[in-house]
């Protein structure tokens, strides 16, 4: 991995937001809900919002002078070390923001970058992180020099500085070639490896992060994968073998998807994506719970449309549901109410989804055996398409 000066545990941050271009600040203060919940994954603790209402973004500090004057006067008085933007911030600007506020200022991608080094436990999952993380870099080494380029134009301008960038830019791309190398042989090994799982019908379950997959995934398979209430808990992908009534298939957890997913990212875990284009099958996984549930929605689908895989039969599953009602249902409402209101949800997915969808609560185990069953037949489905002449399937 990159070494890095990485965010310390309970290190205290500001968290700072642009509304421009069609943006409100409603959906600008959830990006920023959920960059803090990114820096508390990553050991962070966000103590204050900041948000600026411009036009564009400010080609040199992002902001504007008098935001970053007020952003300063805070983080001095309150002894505050971290900055982190909720948008890509280029190499200059980086430096520019740093020299004004004269604190460490990281973006969003950064952090996302940050969080996958912590998680990534195989190898493949290091190399992905790694080559992501010199693709983020090598854009930005100019912005990183910057202070130590000579002032003024002319004669001894070019110096130590500008040698030393270039030495910089050299080894990274070599680190990148080498990286990309290794990472394509580890691809061909997993390519190998799908191959050879025969005809077992594929089912992959996807989602936006920290809606429960790793969860689901135990209770569908009864194995013990790691499920965390934190974002990103999930980056190897986990294949089962599981027989529901003498059906068998491979059922797959995968790296859950965010807004903003920094391209480097989605590049470097193409392998892991492999997983998702090549089932027969996805399993979308909604926190239906949570109030930008539908944005999250979008976020995913327009992720599977981005890697070719949106064309699969998907089943959606709405869960946690158990903690959709205690927000929605008041206490007083009648049995007969609720149920009305829930079949009013369920009509209102049921075009969207083609009827393939199943409302459970994974920590309750509501409805896990109405989903099992939703499975198995979709299943049974795709090996009668597939397989007509092979029977002991289904």
Not at 140 to 158: F, P, Q, S, Y
Not at 295 to 323: R, S
């Amino acid at each position: 991995m990159i070494e890095k000066k990485n965010i310390v545990d309970e290190e205290r941050a500001v968290l700072v937001g642009l509304i421009y271009k069609e943006q409100t600040e409603e959906r600008v203060n959830e990006y920023l809900t959920e960059l803090a919940f990114l820096a508390e994954t990553a050991g962070a603790v966000a103590v204050k919002n900041f948000i600026q209402k411009l036009p564009h973004p400010d080609s040199r500090t992002f902001l504007g002078k008098g935001k970053l004057e007020e952003i300063k006067k805070y983080v001095s008085a309150q002894g505050i070390r971290l900055a982190i933007f909720d948008d890509e911030l280029t190499g200059s600007q980086i430096s520019n923001i740093e020299e004004a506020l004269n604190i460490k200022v990281i973006d969003r991608s950064d952090l996302i970058l940050d969080i996958f080094a912590r998680r990534a436990k195989t190898a493949q999952a290091k190399v992905q992180v790694e080559l992501a993380q010199y693709q983020y870099l090598l854009p930005r080494l100019k912005g990183m020099w910057k202070h130590l380029e000579r002032l003024g134009g002319g004669i001894g301008t070019r110096g130590p500085g500008e040698t030393e960038i270039e030495t910089d830019r050299r080894i990274v791309k070599d680190k990148i070639s080498l990286l990309r190398k290794r990472l394509g042989e580890i691809d061909k090994q997993a390519a190998t490896q799908r191959k050879e799982r025969g005809t077992y019908i594929r089912v992959a379950l996807v989602g936006y992060t920290n809606v429960g997959k790793s969860t689901i995934m135990n209770l569908l398979s009864k194995s013990d994968v790691f499920a965390e209430n934190k974002l990103f808990a999930t980056l190897d992908t986990t294949t089962r073998k599981i027989v529901y009534e003498q059906t068998p298939f491979l059922l797959s957890d995968t790296v859950g998807f965010i807004r903003k997913l920094p391209h480097h990212l989605v590049e470097s875990f193409k392998s892991t994506l492999d997983e998702v284009r090549e089932a027969d099958c996805l399993l979308h996984v909604v926190d239906i719970s949570h109030s930008a549930y539908e944005d999250q929605m979008g976020v995913v689908n327009k992720t599977l449309q981005e890697i070719n895989a949106y064309d699969k039969p998907i089943i959606t599953i709405f869960n946690k549901m158990d903690i959709y009602e205690q927000k929605t249902f008041d206490p007083w409402l009648d049995d007969a109410v609720k149920n009305d209101l829930l079949n009013q949800l369920k009509k209102r997915w049921e075009a969207e989804t083609h009827g393939a969808q199943v409302y459970i609560s994974a920590i309750e185990r509501r409805n896990v055996d109405q989903l099992r069953t939703f499975i198995l037949n979709k299943v049974k489905q795709l090996y009668e398409e597939r397989y007509p002449y092979l029977t002991q399937f289904y």
